[in-house]
């Protein structure tokens, strides 16, 4: 039964990334990990295909609409880039399996990367709930280059460690530095995605068995979900969406801190 509702939540996956554009890639994790029953190390690599994957579909879409910034996207994906492969290929493997331990209470490998993914989803939800500025792009914003990068890069770290998109973190990356309107903004965010999802999966490749035919057939049925989701954003109204599904994520990252904190 668990493993039906796991489909179940593939299919909404897609659904809320093509009504919204964003933000449904941040349930992947826990519908692996507590519907399917992969460890999260798996389960984040898997996100990243999943995420890439599908990202990619909405891509396309964007493209067509003439909101991607290709150029920019091949620039502001160079650090991060870099940082998630590394973050695949050597840091999460290099996390130990206790981190902290005492005699009533001990920190693991797997309650660190669940209690960190419970963290963005947080930030995530705050993204989406709080209403957005009507001039987020102040005239007067200077940006340097390095400090550029050096955020690019952090967000790959955290990209990398729970498998999420990042589009909450790369969006106003753009919007402040690249001084990118809010909608190309979040048709270049896709594409970054996109390339730090799929090249940040090929750091597992060596590390972690791979179950194609599981995680090809949970990442077609997102995609299905994602098509019926453009389909349907003709009839709604995606703010309020949006922001209802941000209530829904910070729920869930409630949910999560109580399981791996109080539950585990």
């Known amino acids: 039964m668990e493993l039906y509702f796991g489909y179940v939540g593939a299919l909404f996956i897609g659904l809320i990334l093509g009504l919204t554009g964003g933000g449904g890639s941040i349930l992947t994790v826990p519908i692996l990990v507590y519907l399917m029953h992969f460890h999260p190390v798996t389960a984040t690599g898997y996100s990243l295909f999943i995420v890439g994957a599908t990202s990619a579909f909405g891509t396309v879409q964007n493209f067509r609409k003439g909101v991607v910034e290709v150029r920019t ?66 005239d007067t914003a200077k940006t340097h280059f390095l400090w550029i990068m050096i955020e690019l890069a952090i967000v790959g770290v955290f990209i990398g460690l729970v498998g999420a998109g990042g589009g909450f973190l790369i969006i106003p990356a753009l919007v402040f530095m690249a001084k990118l309107p809010m909608r190309k903004a979040i048709g270049t965010s896709l594409l970054i995605i996109t390339l730090n999802s799929l090249i940040g999966f090929t750091g597992d490749l060596g590390n972690t068995a791979i179950d194609w035919p599981f995680l090809l057939s949970f990442t077609s049925i997102a995609v299905i979900g994602i098509f019926s989701g453009i389909f349907l954003s003709k009839f709604v109204d995606d703010k309020q969406l949006r922001k209802g599904f941000g209530w829904f994520v910070l729920a869930m990252a409630i949910f999560i801190f109580a399981k791996e904190l109080f539950f585990a």
Not at 109 to 136: D, G, H, T, W, Y
């Open 73 to 138: 996207a091949f620039l502001f994906a160079i650090p991060s880039l870099v940082a998630v492969f590394v973050t695949r290929k050597f840091i999460v493997p290099a996390i130990p399996e206790i981190l902290f331990q005492t005699a009533a209470f001990s920190v693991t490998k797997e309650m660190f990367l669940m209690v960190l993914f419970a963290f963005i989803m947080l930030l995530a939800s705050v993204s989406m709930i709080r209403k957005p500025a009507e001039n987020p792009v102040p």
